[in-house]
């Protein structure tokens, strides 16, 4: 008795379904893979942001730590001017502080004029930061860089000693405040989120 046998091939519907199961399949998995990437992209540049933000006030803090001024001496001054032009606190910062030797080929003294304002280009907002040597730099301007990118609001409030206020001039106050409290407002995932820290000048001006 022979047995006969009989292969049996797939049907062209068997291939169609074959094909667009693995086609959803792909998708998915392609999916899954690149929103895996996204996630990690703006995971690590939400980590940059935190870095940048954090070396960017801790700079203000040393800086307002360090403050001089001198009743007999107008070159040093301390000014804090509330703005608001761009419809958000846009506070300008402007100080002279002791300063660390740079490292450049350069004559130093040691004491810097430093100013921190919002600038504003193609819709997106940027703190800079301006500097110049107090004795070797003379009036000439110079130019400012952009300390940190891509911010929403800065704010710079100081103490009297009674209350909090958003203006401060030692050519009117007559010193230096008691304490500073820097806001840097920035977007994460669509929302506002604001860091501050809070500074004291040690020296104390005469």
């Known amino acids: 008795m022979s047995v006969i046998s009989r292969n049996k091939g ?32 703006r995971a690590a540049s939400g980590m940059e942001s935190r870095r940048e933000l954090g070396a960017t006030l801790d ?10 001024y001198s009743r007999n001496d107008k070159r040093l001054r301390f000014v804090v001017e509330d703005r608001d032009n761009f419809g958000v606190p846009s506070s300008t910062l402007e ?32 703190l800079t930061r301006q500097e110049r040597d107090l004795i070797f730099d003379g009036p000439t301007a110079v130019p400012a ?14 103490y009297d000693g009674s209350k909090w206020v958003k203006s401060w001039d030692t050519a009117i106050n007559g010193t230096l ?12 995932e669509g929302r506002p989120v604001e860091f501050s820290v809070f500074a004291t000048p040690r020296i104390s001006g005469s």
């Open 145 to 158: 860089y952009p300390q940190m990118e891509r911010i929403s609001a800065f704010l710079v409030e100081c």
């Open 177 to 188: 405040p008691k304490s500073l409290k820097v806001t840097v407002q920035v977007e994460e």
């Open 95 to 126: 100080l002279t502080t002791l300063a660390p030797p740079s490292g450049l080929s350069r004559s130093e003294s040691g004491i810097m004029t430093v100013q921190y304002r919002m600038a504003e280009k193609d819709k997106k907002r940027t």
């Open 10 to 41: 797939f049907t062209l519907l068997e291939i169609l379904i074959a094909v667009v199961l693995l086609g959803i399949l792909a998708g998915a998995l392609y999916g899954s893979y690149f929103g895996v990437v996204r996630a990690r992209e």
């Open 59 to 68: 700079l203000i803090r040393r800086e307002v730590s360090s403050a001089m």
